[in-house]
């Protein structure tokens, strides 16, 4: 199944690890780096124009270490991801 993550962008739910509020996550400066290096690295996808609220780590096959920083909140995208 796909998960929608806003602006016309979907990801299999299989290839996410995890689903993460950025207001509560970019607290810590590991996290923080860890999405700086992400970014570096092109492996982070920012999905549309508004304000980022979350991000998804993917870490399967070819979207394995992928985040994908997204306009929806993380509670939403879990609830999509459960529901299908």
Do not use: H, W
């Not at 780096?33 to 570096?40: D, F, G, H, Y």
């Not at 991000?55 to 991801?81: D, H, M, N, Q, W």
């Amino acid at each position: 199944m796909y998960v929608y993550l806003g602006q016309d962008s979907f990801i299999k739910s299989r290839d996410i690890v995890g689903i993460f509020d950025l207001d509560n996550t970019t607290v810590s400066k590991i996290t923080r780096e860890a999405l700086s290096k992400s970014e570096k690295n092109g492996r982070a996808v920012t999905v549309g124009f508004e304000l980022p609220k979350s991000f998804v780590l993917c870490g399967k096959k070819k979207e394995a270490g992928r985040i994908y920083i997204s306009p929806v909140s993380a509670a939403t995208i879990a609830k999509r991801a459960v529901s299908g």
